[in-house]
């Protein structure tokens, strides 16, 4: 058969996308009679992907098959904001994993992350066992199968279950009506019946500081959120536009963690997106700025080095660039995600400076850029102590700030509305809490305010001894 009459048959069956669809089954290879048959069934309604085995899915090629729910793209979206809140080595379990497309993207994209998933339907296990080689995939209803060993390690528990209210099952195209297992699309009388139970289940398995991710629809994305909140978790939602995709983020409220953290980073998360564009050119405006990093690289050699309160990766890329070894943290999993989006090849992960998720010692540079100052006074020393921490005797911080007495408070930032206090600080005070913290000051510098800046800015290189 032709390309031309593969095309043909498939646009006059009412496919939309008929000539990606032919080149798609023209590259399976298959003889003239099997290309013949595979058409038959395209025309006759089945999903293309089950015809070819495998759908696309965070440049992943994911095995499929007959009855089993075929990854969307839409659920990308869902992967990638669990990529974002894994750090390396974290713990992520995909409950009604179906082909088990979102943990094999997590395990894909999260180095050391110790990946499960689990699913209540067979033909569906046995195709996310193709899928996650280096996973555990389990067997049962909802989390009944996960290994009591999870409970309470679990950092990001993702679940894509199904969520089309029941009377609407009759209104989706036949492709997923007829070719997928009702039970993968069924969520009840108002499409939340699975994702209640879910909520319902997580706090078992979430560890402190831990995350549900649900996807959803927009309209029921309240119901989501409340069911999570009903399980002592603090939703979110979050949207991506282009794909029409929703997600709920539930995490779990730390008991101990200080107001200050949870303003900051709600107020980052709310502005990540639009905050790269706000200083993507900053950088190439401030000569000093570069000219301290080019010293500051100097002295630290090849690294390994921590950007502390990275935001949106600028300063790391920047580093990276002058050859420095070089990851970044940041308290906002939102901002994170715009950095991992920015320079996916450079290491990122969410984590507080007042308690780093660092071993001792462990860098041999650490770079705080504008993020000390959103410290309040009296938990700075335990910050600035956590810097002393990690760095190797003979490492070197260099932190840069607003110099000045009088906080300024935002309640407004870039379009949303934020509750985010900026700390300004004399050099000399901080220099003292760094000498306290046990790290000498080595260099101070102080220019006046350029063009968009409000106070002079302060740059201080310590050195641990
Ligand atoms: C003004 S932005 C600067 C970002 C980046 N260093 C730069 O210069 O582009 C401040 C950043 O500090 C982060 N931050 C604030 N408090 C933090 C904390 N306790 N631990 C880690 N990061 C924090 C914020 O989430 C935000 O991304």
Redesign the pocket.
Known sequence: MEAADVVARLRAAGCVFAEDEARLLLAAEVPPAALDALVGRRVAGEPLEHLLGWAEFCGLRIAVGAGVFVPRRRTEFLAERAVALARPGAVVVDLCCGTGAVAAAVHAAVPDAEVHAADVDPAAVALARRNLPGGHVHEGDLDAPLPAALRGRVDVLVANAPYVPTDAIALMPPEARLHEARAALDGGPDGTGIQQRVAAAAPRWLAPGGHLLIETSDRQAPLTAAAMERHGLVARTVVDDEREATVVIGSVAAVDEPEF?RR??DS?DAIAAEYVGY?GD?LPRRPAERALLRWFADVVGSGPVV??????G??TAHLHGLGVDVSG????PG?VEQARRSYPELRFSV????ALPLPDACVDGLVA???T???PDDELPG?LAEFARVLSPGGHALLTFQVGDEPLHLTDALGHPVDLLFHRRRPERMAALLEAAGLPVHAQTVRQAEDGERTPQASLLARRP
Do not use: N, P, W
């Open positions: 953290l900051t980073r980052y200083v900053e950007d502390v309160g990275c935001g949106t600028r300063i943290i940041d308290l906002s901002m984590g507080s400076m007042t850029h504008y993020s100052i959103h410290v910050a």
